[in-house]
Nanobody, 120 residues
Framework: QVQLVESGGGLVQAGGSLRLSCAAS????????MAWYRQAPGKQRDLVAT????????YYLESVKGRVTISRDNAKNTVYLHLNSLEPEDTAVYYC?????????????WGQGIQVTVSS
C-alpha cells in the first residue's frame, strides 16, 4: 500500500527556516524521481522542486531558487525540503510525490500534506 507522510511544517517568522520530511512506503523509492509541491489557499498546486533517483540532479521553481534545497536519503525512503529565508509568500500546504504522480484506481494519490505558515 502506497503511503507518503509529510512532516516538519509549522509556523515560522519571515527569514526563518524549516526542514520538511516525506517518508515513503509501498513504492520503489530509490528508483523514483521525487518532488515537492505546494498549494496556497485559493491557488493551484505548484511544483516546487524535484530530485533524481540518485540525488545527483535537482530542479527548482524560479521563485525559490537559492532559498530551498531538496535532498533524499534512499536508505530511509525519505525526501527532504530545506526551506531557508522563508517569505510570507511561501505559506502553503506542502506535499511530496513521485514523478509522475502516483496513480491509484481512485485517481491521483496525495498524502495529507504539511502546513507551512510564514508570518511577516
Amino acid at each position: 500500500q502506497v503511503q507518503l507522510v509529510e512532516s516538519g511544517g509549522g509556523l515560522v517568522q519571515a527569514g526563518g527556516s524549516l526542514r520538511l520530511s516525506c517518508a515513503a512506503s509501498g513504492i520503489a523509492f530509490s528508483d523514483k524521481h521525487m518532488a515537492w509541491y505546494r498549494q496556497a489557499p485559493g491557488k493551484q498546486r505548484d511544483l516546487v522542486a524535484t530530485i533524481s533517483p540518485s540525488g545527483g540532479s535537482a530542479y527548482y521553481l524560479e521563485s525559490v531558487k537559492g532559498r530551498v534545497t531538496i535532498s533524499r536519503d534512499n536508505a530511509k525512503n525519505t525526501v527532504y525540503l530545506h526551506l531557508n529565508s522563508l517569505e510570507p509568500e511561501d505559506t502553503a500546504v506542502y506535499y511530496c510525490n513521485t514523478i509522475p504522480i502516483i496513480k491509484t484506481p481512485r485517481g491521483d494519490y496525495w498524502g495529507q500534506g504539511i502546513q507551512v505558515t510564514v508570518s511577516s
